[in-house]
């Protein structure tokens, strides 16, 4: 080691795609992977979250800049060509930011890439870069077999890398027997099986060539290393992976299963040969961009469309980090792809940058440092730029349809076919649903929304763009829409079978096969009979569909989701005990859990199961919103404060949980400017509106209200479902949506630039995106009491009452929960109408109320409907 | 596969680095294993040099022209 490196942190980053801490702890107890084991024992280790959708060209740069898709740009498998006559495999081409290397470089840090997804061509950083098109071989050994164009960087190294490759037909028994040892047996004019794993071995060794060489001859102070072997295995092998799976013949299950253990052996290998050429001074991250599961988790059949292998895919990759004043036989929670980048950058002495998605993982130093910030490493000018032009001439004939065809022999994509015409619309439609999916998961709905609304017109029957458009109609409240969309598709449906068309591989052979509506839609439909407020006839699709095989024990969790819906915290429990027992490192199993938990009462459970969550997933903001109320409700608020800051660091716009954090910095904290601060925010927040909001207690004067404010001249949202009577002869201006505000507030939206009742209970649930001005009446509680016993009695259910002091109590109890409610929310504007006021003077009222409206009403018109013969349950007598 | 293998730089065998297991020089065999190609380029190098003595000059290797 030269005496620079002994005084600087050096950092070797290895990807193993798919890695999953299931599969290898077992391997690990049989000491079967002793390397990893070493590092496991003198370092810290994690699960790593992955992001959605879980493709691997998009979650590696994530790794590599700390940001999600839609800010990197790599957003798929493939992309047009740069002539836009064709497809080819994803090139960094498209990334608009930086990644961990081109930071290091502008620092003056030399850095080393090999095989990185995707990072062709190979960039001119301050160091080797050899791009992820360096190893694959397309063609016979004896053929020639020319190093890409921009493979390498430095160019002058092209042709010692080129000899580094190793070609399939290299190959001999002693590599393919430690994973198939009876590979004689293999019919090799039937399956493929020998071909695929000595293209998968033989592509691990040109990497592991590339890095060594690089190891052993350059300075460094990074170093990244990609392997997709381990994926490739898991996709082609697992299957076979002991113990046998029923549906596993018996013959392959014994050819076949020892080369998922095999080939973490080999890895392992591999692994031991880099932390030796490493050295005991560097740290050594080993990490994974998503899992693979083993077990029971993984789906039997995946469903026909492009990317389904991801279904296979495990939420949690793994996370290993061994070096200088790195913690020791520790585990860390939390921790997630987006993190990666923030971390290095802080163990180089580096600031991370605030507009990077994930955190600094402190809890991996043994001496943790402060964290150090800046806007943005974007703006920094850089030493060296991206030389995209050459990757213009990256044209599928000259790359050879083989790279595209692996893609597609993996199912990540569908074969583009012979007309490359039809493959560009079909690339770019696949890759904006995955953007659309990046939106979804990184909390942007508006731009998922936008997507999916475009993609679902575009291709109506690609149920996956309509399944995931009522989705995130749903997440946001638009009930009515998610309906629509949903029987739009049951429908197309429907009637494609009805038609005998095919369609996602079913045959629609009109011969009278009965229809069978497929499970996806049963389960939409579902969601949106929930999001009605229809939970029985939910839980009655979902009970039924718990007899399909493939769904199982899966469903316990949709049925606890629509229990906790109805309320039926107890029973929903239940279910997520069932749930958890078949996959216990559900982050939303335990946030679900810890959510009944907290309204059963059961708080120390309920603090287990959401740290649980948040430990599995800390990219969970609800969940971290439920362990902040918890603690809130424990009485530790300072934990409380905590959480709901980690809530908004994680989902700005939740506003509601900003309301909280400035009430207990208020009440319980002592922080009153940043309290006041808060406030401001919310304010700020509210893009939407204004709308117009007049409430009051029942028969305090609002549906008169509504009645002057239309005369006025301004829109009223009102259904007209609810007739006038002899209570109410001009009618109430009510909305039936209005009364399920607490289930489905996104019916708000609609009522923007409008006049809408909502009675004084309800106005808590008014969604915090808009800015309200609500016209409160008042009227003497006395009057408002008589004026309700004298509707009941109306409505014929019952002789008149004496007044009841508990309903007073609870009446004036309302008023000031509404008055507190008020004043918490500076987004809300308000003006109090005394009811006796506008009976006894309307013009004047109507003028105020128009003023505070912004002075655009007909107030003549407003005060000529008020008719002071309804003036009625008078105190004074004299109605 | 598992017999840890070194790979030390050195003069001997014709300029290839020398390969070790527990010390001691390893016959690098023609067909090769996993843990030569785990070794990296050293490992994979003597391979091919192994290969190319026991075959002649007409052993197969990648054109990578």
């Known amino acids: 080691m030269t005496q620079r490196a002994a005084k600087r942190r050096r950092i070797l980053l290895i990807g193993w795609d798919s890695a999953d801490w299931k599969t290898i702890h077992p391997l690990m107890d049989q000491g079967l992977m002793p390397n990893l084991q070493r590092m496991v024992e003198g370092g810290t280790i994690g699960r790593l979250a992955t992001l959605v959708p879980p493709l691997s060209p998009m979650l590696w740069t994530s790794v590599a800049t700390g940001k999600r898709p839609y800010k990197h740009g790599i957003i798929g498998f493939t992309e047009p060509t740069a002539d836009g006559g064709s497809v080819r495999p994803v090139t960094n081409v498209h990334r608009r930011v930086k990644a961990i290397w081109n930071m290091l470089d502008q620092r ?99 990497i592991q060539a590339a890095a060594t060489f690089i190891l052993d001859r350059e300075e460094w102070d990074f170093m990244a290393v990609y392997f997709d072997g381990l994926d490739h295995f898991n996709h082609g092998f697992m299957k076979y992976h002991p113990p046998r799976r029923p549906f596993i013949p018996e013959s392959d299950f014994q050819l076949y299963k020892g080369v998922v253990t095999a080939a973490h052996r080999f890895h392992d290998l591999m692994l031991g040969r880099l932390l030796e050429l490493a050295g005991e001074e560097a740290t050594v991250m080993l990490i994974s961009d998503h899992g693979f599961h083993p077990d029971r988790l993984r789906p039997e059949r995946l469903p026909r469309e492009p990317a389904a292998p991801m279904f296979e895919h495990g939420p949690y990759g793994i996370l290993c980090v061994k070096g200088p004043g790195i913690r020791k036989d520790h585990l860390v929670h939390g921790a997630g792809l987006l993190d990666i980048t923030p971390t290095l950058l802080h163990l180089f002495g580096l600031p991370a940058g605030r507009d990077m998605d994930g955190k600094v993982l402190q809890d991996i130093q043994e001496e943790p440092r402060p964290i150090e910030l800046i806007d943005t490493w974007e703006e920094e000018a850089t030493k060296r730029e991206l030389q995209p032009s050459h990757a213009g001439g990256l044209h599928m004939a000259a790359m050879g349809p083989e790279w595209l065809a692996q893609l597609v022999d993996l199912g990540y994509i569908d074969d583009p076919g012979g007309d490359p015409s039809q493959a560009v619309p079909k690339t770019i439609r696949e890759n904006r649903y995955y953007l659309a999916l990046a939106y979804l998961d990184g909390g942007k709905i508006p731009e998922a929304v936008a997507e999916l609304e475009a993609l679902h017109g575009e291709a109506p029957g690609q149920l996956r763009y309509g399944t995931s458009l009522a989705r995130a109609y749903l997440r946001t409240g638009r009930t009515q829409e998610a309906r629509r969309v949903v029987d739009e598709m049951r429908e197309a449906d429907r009637l494609r079978h009805e038609g005998g068309r095919q369609e996602n591989g079913r045959d629609g052979n009109g011969s009278g096969t009965p229809y069978s509506e497929p499970a996806r839609l049963r389960l939409l439909q579902a969601r949106v009979l929930q999001a009605d407020g229809a939970g029985e006839q939910a839980l009655a699709i979902l009970k039924k569909l718990e007899k399909d095989p493939l769904l199982g024990t899966r469903l316990q969790f949709r049925i606890a989701e629509v229990l906790i819906g109805m309320g039926r915290w107890r029973q929903a429990v239940q279910a997520l005990e069932r749930f958890l027992a078949f996959d216990a490192d559900s982050a939303k199993g335990h946030h679900a859990m810890g959510v009944c938990l907290l309204k059963t009462g059961d708080l120390r459970g309920a603090l287990q199961h959401l740290h649980e969550a948040v430990g599995l997933n800390f990219n969970m903001s609800m969940a971290h919103y439920h362990l902040a109320e918890t603690y809130n409700l424990l ?145 003497d509680i006395r ?88 003036y009625r349950s008078r105190l004074d007598g004299t109605d | 596969m598992g017999r840890e293998r070194q790979a030390k730089k050195g003069e001997a065998n014709g300029g290839m680095p020398q390969i070790t297991v527990e010390g001691k020089p390893y016959e690098v065999p023609a067909d090769g294993s996993l843990s030569l190609l785990a070794l990296g380029h050293v490992g994979l190098m003597a391979w091919r040099e192994a290969r190319r003595r026991k075959a002649g000059p007409r052993t197969h290797t990648p054109r990578s022209r």
């Open chain 1, 783 to 870: 009057e408002v009491l008589r004026s309700q016993n004298e509707m009941i009695e109306r409505g014929g259910k019952g002789v008149k009452r004496a007044f009841r002091t508990g309903l007073r109590d609870a009446l004036d109890a309302q008023v000031e929960r509404t008055d507190r409610w008020i004043g918490r929310n500076p987004h809300v504007q308000v003006l109090k109408v005394d009811f006796k006021d506008l009976m006894n003077d309307p013009e004047r009222e109507a003028r105020r109320v128009s003023s505070f409206v912004g002075g655009q009403l007909d107030v003549t018109a407003m005060a000529e409907v008020v008719d002071p013969q309804l």
């Open chain 1, 108 to 206: 003056g840090l030399r850095s080393h890439v090999v095989g990185w997804w995707p990072s062709h061509p190979a960039e001119p950083i301050n160091g080797v870069m050899v791009s992820n098109f360096f190893q694959r071989a397309h063609q016979p050994g004896h053929l020639p077999w020319p190093l890409p164009e921009g493979a390498v960087h430095p160019p002058g190294l092209r042709d010692e890398f080129a000899k580094l490759r190793v070609h399939p037909d290299e190959l001999t028994a002693a590599h393919i027997a430690p994973f198939v040892p009876d590979f004689t047996k293999v019919d090799q004019t039937k399956v493929p099986t020998l071909a695929t794993l000595s293209r998968i071995i033989a592509d691990c060794a040109g």
């Open chain 1, 635 to 779: 009485g530790d608020y300072a934990a409380a404060a905590e959480a709901y800051a980690v809530c908004l660091h994680l989902s700005p716009g939740l506003n509601r949980a900003r309301q909280r954090l400035a009430a207990l910095y208020k009440e319980h904290l002592d922080r009153p400017d940043e309290a006041q601060a808060l406030l401001r925010q919310v304010a700020d927040r509210c893009q939407g509106g204004p709308v117009t909001v007049v409430s009051g207690l029942p028969r305090s004067g609002t549906s008169v209200m509504m009645q002057a404010l239309q005369a006025g001249g301004m829109e009223v949202f009102a259904d007209g479902a609810r007739p006038g009577d002899e209570s109410n002869p001009k009618g109430y201006f009510e909305h039936k949506a209005i009364k399920a505000l607490m289930h489905d507030p996104g019916i708000i939206a609609q009522a923007q630039g409008k006049a809408v009742k909502v009675v004084a209970p309800l106005l808590p649930y008014l969604p915090p995106l808009y800015r309200y001005r609500v016209i409160m009446m008042v009227r």
